[in-house]
């Protein structure tokens, strides 16, 4: 069975500074994994994505985030936080596109001036 | 890139009625579509899945009389909410793939308000 893990609930951040949520994963098989953005009231959206190749993966807005294996990781970083970036923020997994994505539970990340 | 629409985005009706929410993938057929639902400031909950064509496939603890899922073609699935109470007032979102689509694309959710 899939599991994801988010360390931290709530991530406080200043404007500027480094943003960094955790993410951490169990999988049987090499795994599929996400980042998606979930603003008030609204959908989620994709921020990056990673399936094979390259383990640093570069995702929308600045984001990106690097698989490592070992670590079995996939945490999401951004060098510079902007206020706009204050949202929830998933981390999910899964193993095919006809299977239903795992969901860690969610960091909210809040930025302040 | 791949789109789901899903409609409405928000509704208010009274208890006892029954209410459909619809999702639909606009550039891309979608094998399978997934309903959840989300609580108030908690992540996703997987409720059903939707295979075109077949019955859907519930997870544990979903009612399926309640929450009828119908998948009759490969761009539109339907999620109905009979006989609705105000525990059933939640955010509802569906997500559309496929065996080649990836990731699966996300509608923007409907706001289900039971009065």
């Known amino acids: 069975a899939q599991s994801v893990t988010q360390l931290g609930s709530h991530v406080s951040v200043s404007e500027g500074a480094l943003v960094l949520l955790r993410c951490n994963y169990s999988s049987s098989v090499p795994p599929y994994l996400f980042w998606y953005v979930q603003y008030p009231n609204q959908g989620l959206q994709l921020l990056l994505k990673y399936t094979t190749g390259a383990t640093l993966v570069k995702g929308i807005n600045g984001f990106e985030a690097e698989f490592k294996k070992s670590e079995t990781s996939f945490h999401l970083t951004k060098p510079s936080a902007h206020m706009s970036d204050a949202a929830e923020y998933f981390c999910a997994v899964n193993p095919s596109g006809n299977t239903p994505l795992v969901f860690g539970k969610g960091t909210r990340l809040s930025v302040i001036a | 890139g791949a789109v789901v629409s899903q409609h409405p985005s928000w509704v208010i009706c009274k208890s006892g009625t029954s209410v459909k929410i619809e999702c639909r993938s606009l550039d891309f057929q979608a094998t399978t579509m997934f309903w959840y639902r989300q609580f108030p400031k908690q992540s996703l909950m997987l409720m059903a899945t939707?295979?075109?064509?077949?019955?859907?496939?519930?997870e544990q603890g979903v009612e399926k009389d309640k929450f009828l899922i119908n998948h009759a073609s490969l761009t539109l699935s339907t999620l109905t909410v009979t006989s609705a109470h105000p525990e059933d007032s939640s955010f509802y979102i569906c997500?559309?793939?496929?065996?080649?689509?990836?990731?699966?694309?996300f509608g923007d959710g409907t706001r289900l308000s039971i009065l």
């Open positions: 939707s295979n075109e064509g077949s019955k859907a496939t519930y």
């Open positions: 997500s559309a793939g496929d065996s080649r689509n990836q990731p699966q694309h």
